[in-house]
């Protein structure tokens, strides 16, 4: 069998560590001929070393001549910026996996699709600020999006083909993050440590703080309605702490098909890489449901974790809601890594962004791309002044 060539968006990251991982265990089956990464060159050398890419691309030109000046292997062509993450996409290859953080995902995803290749796609993102973008390009094109994220790679399996008619609602589930049984006052005041410790999932700091505050299934709503081409008011959020059941689909005639699987991104990987086949895998990925007891799932409290009541507005009011959803919560979690602010003040600060954004409708990359800079300096210059 021929095998598939592959470029990995984001390959030091963790999602890019474990679809890594899923590659050399099938290297029969696939061939990796790109890899993107931020800045962690060090690492990247040492994959370039084991999966011997033909593309490679970095954060900036100073970084690219570090990396060019490192190789011994003068044949591979080495790239920067976003001219490079849209190169890799578009190169020579038939699986493109976006394990990148944030809208950075955006257009590289775009020019894959509109070269008719696969995206495994975790960078949820993107089809936040730009669905309705992403959807004309798959219908126009031969691309295909496969989930990544592991809920929906759970209501793709479940859904199976079903009509809209016949789904009374999706269930995302999620674990509640490490402020599940906190009490509101003290989450307002929780350290970044403590935001950082996910019980479940290990994965970058973005996204667990996202898990944190649940802002990460607020986007997975919006994420959902795409995909699976749904209205919110067909999803729910279940709390699941033990995280075994990844999502669930609800059908008319009562019955719920759910998936289930041990908490380990190389299972989802694993799927959206040989869909529609199934492969076994060589890793210890099985789940003892014995050994976990007890299923248990409880309603999200909106009170203690706002920022999935922000994402349930966005989503109902559409528009450029979820642009300024996402902008204005990549700068809030970015300055609270850095501790320039409060774990309390990162709701504070969409919901005042959400509540002073006069509604458009962008429908172009540019339009998409220029509202998303300014509702991020916006957000800057607010934050700089103390009017949070």
């Known amino acids: 069998m021929k095998k598939r060539k592959v470029s990995v968006l984001g390959s030091t990251g963790s999602i890019g560590r474990q679809t890594l991982d899923v590659l050399s265990a099938f290297k029969e ?5 790109g890899l993107a990464a931020g800045s962690n060159v060090q690492l990247l050398i040492e994959q370039i070393k084991e999966h011997k890419p033909r593309f490679v691309s970095v954060k900036d030109t ?7 000046s490192t190789l011994s292997d003068h044949s591979i062509e080495i790239f920067c910026n976003d001219v490079g993450l849209e190169f890799i996409s578009s190169s020579a290859c038939d699986i493109v ?36 973008l992403i959807k004309n390009l798959l219908k126009r094109n031969k691309g295909e999006i496969i989930p990544l994220d592991s809920e929906h790679v759970a ?44 019980p479940t999932w290990v994965m970058g700091p973005k996204i667990t703080i996202d898990s944190a505050t649940l802002m990460n299934k607020g986007l997975e709503i919006i994420e959902a309605m795409v995909l699976f081409e ?29 998936q289930l ?14 869909y529609p086949q199934r492969r076994e895998l060589p890793f210890n990925l099985f789940c ?32 450029s809601y979820p642009i300024v959803l996402n902008a204005a919560n990549e700068i809030a979690v970015d300055m609270f890594l850095k501790e320039e602010i409060k774990f309390g003040d990162i709701p504070k600060i969409i919901s005042s962004t959400m509540e002073n954004h006069k509604p458009s409708e962008p429908s172009s990359l540019d339009e ?7 509702i991020r300096r916006e957000v800057s210059e607010r934050a700089k002044t103390s009017k949070i």
């Not at 089956?29 to 001929?33: A, K, L, R, S």
């Open 155 to 198: 209501i793709h399996q479940c859904i199976s083909g079903a009509r809209e008619s016949e789904i009374k609602r999706i269930i995302l589930t999620a674990s509640g993050g490490p402020f599940r049984t906190w009490k509101e006052q003290d989450i307002q005041k929780a350290t970044k440590e403590e935001a950082l410790k996910h």
């Open 288 to 319: 003892d449901l014995l050994s976990v007891g007890k299923l248990e799932f409880e309603a999200p409290d909106f009170n203690k974790f706002p920022c999935l009541k922000l994402a349930y507005h966005a989503a109902k009011e559409g528009k």
């Open 230 to 258: 749904l209205p919110v008011g067909k999803i729910d959020v279940f709390i699941h702490p033990q995280s075994i059941v990844h999502s669930a689909v609800e059908f008319v005639d009562g019955n719920i098909i759910a």
């Open 29 to 33: 089956d696939f061939e990796v001929v």
């Open 62 to 68: 100073e970084l690219a001549q570090e990396l060019k």
């Open 368 to 374: 998409i791309t220029e509202l998303d800079a300014r």
């Open 97 to 132: 996996v976006n394990g990148l953080v944030g809208s950075m995902g955006l257009k590289p995803t775009i020019s894959a699709l509109s070269h008719g290749k696969r995206v495994a796609f975790a960078n949820k993102e993107t089809l936040v600020v730009a669905g309705g």
């Open 261 to 274: 699987g041990a908490t380990d991104m190389r299972l989802p990987v694993q799927y959206s890489l040989f």
